[in-house]
């Protein structure tokens, strides 16, 4: 079964800083898809930047960009110019890209902090 | 832009009771699913549901959970026999498909329903 790890509970970042959120996980498939979703006050979670494993570039949005290292199992996310919209929790999440329900597993999530 | 509503947004039950959480997915969406997250602990998938019957659920849905899709439009979870471990927050996903234009793999999430179980 595959798991997802967000080893940061929690993360503060100054308004228009950088900051990066750490996400690993662990599966025996080769061909798969990884997320990133946002969860603010409101709960409502959002699809921030999706990544397939067979590309070699990384994902970018916008000021959302991920560093995907498929050897280390590592997806993180980075966050430039940081502004206080940002602040919510932050959801790393796998997918199979086998036939299927396309269900998600997610981690823990990190909770972000956005200091004025 | 179009969004999936989950009613209620609280709702407190006594042990035993029975509960059905609702939703209602983007109107043009096939797959639908329900996730939940028991407070400070991981969002975990619970069961998909597609062309009106189950595609896939996870261990924890066992025989007190079960789904719904009465109307075409509302999509719900209902919990036979509440338990204290049930308290969490439930939340509904719906995705397009391959015949979506625009995005068929994203999950489009509710705001979840808080359930306690007092």
């Known amino acids: 079964a595959q798991t997802v790890t967000q080893s940061q509970p929690e993360m503060s970042v100054q308004e228009a800083e950088t900051v990066t959120l750490s996400c690993t996980y662990d599966?025996?498939?080769?061909?798969?898809?990884l997320f990133w979703y946002k969860q603010p006050p409101s709960r409502q979670m959002i699809l921030v930047i999706r990544?397939?494993?067979?590309?070699?570039q990384n994902a970018t949005e916008n000021r959302f960009s991920v560093n995907f290292q498929k050897a280390a199992k590592s997806f993180s996310l980075k966050i430039s110019d940081s502004q206080l919209g940002d602040a919510a929790m932050y959801f790393c999440?796998?997918?199979?890209?086998?036939?299927?329900?396309?269900?998600?597993?997610f981690g823990k999530g990190t909770k972000l902090s956005v200091i004025p | 832009e179009p969004e999936v509503t989950q009613t209620p947004s609280h709702q407190v039950t006594q042990m035993g009771q029975e509960v059905i959480l609702r939703c209602v997915p983007i109107?043009?969406?096939?797959?639908f699913y329900w996730y939940r997250q028991i407070l400070g602990q991981k969002v975990e998938f619970l069961v998909s549901?597609?062309?009106?019957?189950?595609?896939?659920k996870s261990e924890i849905f066992d025989d007190q959970f079960s789904v719904e899709r009465p109307d075409g439009s509302n999509f719900t979870l209902k919990i036979r026999s509440t338990k204290l471990e049930d308290s969490a927050m439930y939340f509904c996903?719906?995705?397009?498909?391959?015949?979506?234009?625009?995005?068929?793999?994203?999950?489009?999430f509710g705001p979840g329903t808080r359930l306690t179980v007092t």
């Open positions: 549901f597609y062309n009106n019957e189950i595609s896939e």
């Open positions: 996903a719906s995705r397009g498909g391959r015949g979506a234009v625009v995005r068929h793999y994203e999950q489009y």
């Open positions: 990544q397939e494993a067979y590309k070699q």
């Open positions: 999440a796998y997918r199979s890209a086998g036939a299927g329900s396309y269900q998600l597993t």
């Open positions: 109107s043009n969406h096939l797959y």
């Open positions: 599966t025996s498939e080769s061909d798969y898809y």
